[in-house]
T-cell receptor
Framework: EAGVVQSPRYKIIEKKQPVAFWCNPISGHNTLYWYRQNLGQGPELLIRYENEEAVDDSQLPKDRFSAERLKGVDSTLKIQPAELGDSAVYLC??????????????FGPGTRLTVL | GEDVEQSLFLSVREGDSSVINCTYTDSSSTYLYWYKQEPGAGLQLLTYIFSNMDMKQDQRLTVLLNKKDKHLSLRIADTQTGDSAIYFCAESIGTGANNLFFGTGTRLTVIP
């Protein structure tokens, strides 16, 4: 079974440019997460989707970041315009999302963004 | 908010045991996890422990949880060079689909 797929793996852009990351979760997983991992730090949640609904976006900088999960499967995370401080690894994860029980999150390899 | 702390570096000799420590602040944590991250790779779940357990053993891995002190540790027996990686402690609250709160990671270096 395929794991969580992310693309691109690497992206280098100049500041003020837009950028988008794509994630395809594990088939059948209802819950999808986007995390940002700064250099030397642990991942921090940006947004969590349950099916198409963003149920927790409290840590998403909404002035420049947006995300969507159309049809409750693939998801796209966008930054416009990018700033130097956005350089990080953006990780996507998915889980079955069944309430009341343990749910393992499976992580993709991440997209490493460098903003020049 | 949730605060998870780890020491940054650990070096051990091949064949020795490694002990990676973690402290957390939220007493309502439901599950605590250990993830492994190798260069250029995503996070791999190694093991997890439910908050009402004290210990969990899985082959070379032993997890100890001291809920009173909010301290979690991961012991790797017979450490191998392939164990060199960054190890993250994480916690979640509640059951179902929940957010993970990660520590800063401990870089384990295994010396041949």
């Amino acid at each position: 079974e395929a794991g969580v797929v992310q693309s691109p793996r690497y992206k280098i852009i100049e500041k003020k440019q837009p950028v988008a990351f794509w994630c395809n979760p594990i088939s059948g997983h209802n819950t999808l997460y986007w995390y940002r991992q700064n250099l030397g730090q642990g991942p921090e949640l940006l947004i969590r989707y349950e099916n198409e609904e963003a149920v927790d976006d409290s840590q998403l900088p909404k002035d420049r970041f947006s995300a969507e999960r159309l049809k409750g499967v693939d998801s796209t995370l966008k930054i416009q315009p990018a700033e130097l401080g956005d350089s990080a690894v953006y990780l996507c994860a998915s889980s079955l999302g069944t309430s009341g029980v343990y749910n393992e999150q499976f992580f993709g390899p991440g997209t490493r963004l460098t903003v020049l | 908010g949730e605060d998870v702390e780890q020491s940054l570096f650990l070096s051990v000799r091949e064949g020795d045991s490694s002990v990676i420590n973690c402290t957390y602040t939220d007493s309502s944590s439901t599950y605590l996890y250990w993830y492994k991250q190798e260069p250029g790779a995503g996070l791999q779940l190694l093991t997890y422990i439910f908050s009402n357990m004290d210990m969990k053993q899985d082959q070379r891995l032993t997890v100890l949880l001291n809920k009173k002190d909010k301290h979690l540790s991961l012991r790797i027996a017979d450490t191998q060079t392939g164990d060199s990686a960054i190890y993250f402690c994480a916690e979640s609250i509640g059951t179902g689909a929940n957010n993970l709160f990660f520590g800063t990671g401990t870089r384990l270096t295994v010396i041949p």
